[in-house]
């Protein structure tokens, strides 16, 4: 592995570079308008730079809205409109006084996100010595518009749809929505309702499948007409050093944003449950085991305590919210863990000294599907196959608010222009800006056109050229409720090859399939123009989900089912594509016709695929794919397929 000081970092990992690919042919995004509903922004930050900017779009409507500590003049080219939204919150709370009544952000999120999707090339970035390098947006030329609709005195729903609606009218080109509501239907959501509109107005929306992974069924956002993104690491790692009086060096996982010692302490090994053992242990580096997953418990416990420092021996799965401790930490698996423990028990005077701030690039295997990434299937619509897709979304450095403090250590509180923080909030807009991209490149596609151009061409392979693993399975192989179609791959979305297309009528009819009522079904749209005429299960998707009975018979009307689907051709000329399916246990799969020739560009042509199950069931998901293969190795098409026994009750 090297260690060096790199872009800091995703989206080298994303494979975006000024030689090729899909940053040159897209222009980085330029004129198209990103825009965010979230916590706010930090207008001040050089994430929103306007060096090198084009001028505003002309067709742009929105708004730099004065407010707190918030003068229209922070905008400019880059940050293009700012408008804030609580008039839900104030219309419940009369009495509540708004601290920040502005679109500036006092928390953080919001700018993380903004600046992730669409930031601007500022050299120099890191936190605290982590992650050093330049830090770039996934579209730097694109333009950023704010909707602050989250807020630290709480959220309401209408004040979200009332961004969103606002941002639709304002001329936003992607809608970046790091944000979901938990067990609602559609008719209720406000996300699913006013991202219906965008789709209308052809404004691609993506959004986060949630952080409440590893179980299954936890995806909020499931909504058939959104890009809905799983978080997945990258190959970088933030290291802590633990020297011990031995001379031996063992390397594990920190974010401690204080100085390294130069002085050797003590070190001791102890129960960090124990209060009083602690207490003993004032002023040395304690040792912990991580017993029954109880990490949160020792660093918390540590945390309250007067040790020197700490070295946690665990092979806890959601590390990442626990590096950026208050007190000098070392995380070490197992493995390393042993060799101080062996140390720590054989010496009669033990000590040792902690050193921070090394970043290091290459880790493999890499991405993994995180831990905390929300599982599909989607409970407010199941029949369609959720997450998407999965994004860098762990230990992510973006821009944050330089008066929102980062952490705290003995000291007191730390501030930085730059913060590491995980989840799908920050792996949505990795997708967001890369859809920025192919708007850019495409203006003509459709919202559906970009999320097919993302699914049919992630990739499923890590870095080791083994199938992605899932933290949250003990790094076993990642289905597609954990990471959709796969990771995406932004060089590969401009050239797809073909693509599966919908209208916002294709959507309704799969809605009066699923036998809403009118009103509910007009909740959604908003509209009386769209009609139940066509009623149809057969969502043109680009991905396939089947429940089947764990144990059925020849008789099961659930024991064979079809999908039918459109793939609409984007070369000239005459192309021939053949399927391949990957085997999928006891289940037969088939799809006809095997071969489908164009003649021209832009020609539809529709197949079947049928499954059909066993008598018995072994898994609860099993998995499979079908890869349209192009004859002449151009393009490989590929669509996930699941079939499962889990009982899903849709919300209604």
Known sequence: ?????????????????????????????????????????????????DDGMNEVPSRWKGECESGTQFNSSLCNKKLIGARYFNKGILANNPNLTISMDSSRDTDGHGTHTSSTAAGSRVEGASFFGYAAGTATGVAPKAHVAMYKALWEEGVFLSDILAAIDQ????????????????????????????AFAALE??????????????FLETLHNGTPWVLT???????????????????????????????????????????????????????????????????????????????????????????EFYLQSEFPAVFLNIQEGDKVLEYVRSDSAPNAKLEFQVTRIGAKPAPKVASYSSRGPSPSCPIILKPDL??????????????????????????????????????????????ALLKSAHPEWSPAAIRS???????????TQSPIQDVGLKNGVANPLAMGAGHIDPNKVLDPGLIYDATPQD??????????????????????????????????????????????????????????????NLQDGTSVYTAKLTPMGKFKVSVVPNKLIF???????????????????????????????????????????VATSIRVDPLR
């Open 1 to 49: 592995m090297s260690v060096k000081v790199d872009t800091t970092h995703t989206s080298q990992f994303l494979g975006l570079n000024s030689e090729s690919g899909v940053w040159p042919k897209s222009d980085y995004g330029k004129d198209v308008i990103v825009g965010l509903v979230d916590t706010g922004i930090w207008p001040e930050s050089r994430s929103y730079s």
């Open 167 to 194: 941002a639709i009218a304002d001329g936003v080109d992607v809608l970046s929505l790091s944000l979901g509501i938990d067990a609602l239907p559609l008719y209720e959501d406000p996300v699913a309702i006013a």
């Open 201 to 214: 107005k052809g404004i691609f929306v993506s959004t986060s499948a949630g952080n409440e992974g590893p």
């Open 229 to 319: 993104v799983a978080a997945g690491t990258v190959d970088r790692e933030f290291i802590g050093t633990l020297t011990l009086g031995n001379g031996v060096s063992v390397t594990g996982l920190s974010l401690y944003p204080g100085n390294s010692s130069s002085s050797e302490s003590s070190i001791s090994y102890v129960d960090c449950q124990d209060d009083k053992e602690l207490q003993k242990n004032a002023h040395k580096i304690v040792v912990c085991i991580d017993k029954n997953d109880s990490v949160s418990e020792d660093v918390y416990n540590v945390r309250n305590s007067k040790v020197s420092g700490a070295v946690f021996i665990t092979n806890s799965t959601d590390l």
């Open 390 to 435: 999965m994004g860098p979304g762990a230990l992510i450095l973006a821009s944050w608010p330089q008066q929102t403090p980062v952490t705290e250590v003995t000291s007191g509180k730390l501030y930085s222009n730059f913060n590491i923080i995980s989840g799908t909030s920050m792996s949505c807009p990795h997708a967001s800006g890369v859809a």
């Open 453 to 463: 151009a993302m699914m049919t061409t992630a990739y499923v392979l890590d870095n």
């Open 507 to 568: 959507y309704v009819n799969l809605l009066c399939a699923l036998n809403l009522t009118a009103k509910q079904i007009q909740t959604i749209t908003r509209s009386s123009t769209y009609t139940c005429s066509n009623p149809s299960l057969d969502l043109n998707y680009p991905s396939f989900i089947g429940y089947f009975n764990r144990n059925s018979s020849d008789s099961d009307p659930k024991r064979i089912q079809e999908f039918k689907r459109t793939v609409t």
């Open 599 to 641: 003649k021209e560009k832009y020609e539809k042509q529709s197949y079947k695929l049928r499954i059909e199950g066993p008598i018995i069931m072994d898994d609860i998901v099993v998995d499979g794919s079908l890869s349209w293969m192009e004859t002449r190795g151009k393009y490989i098409v590929k669509s996930p397929i």
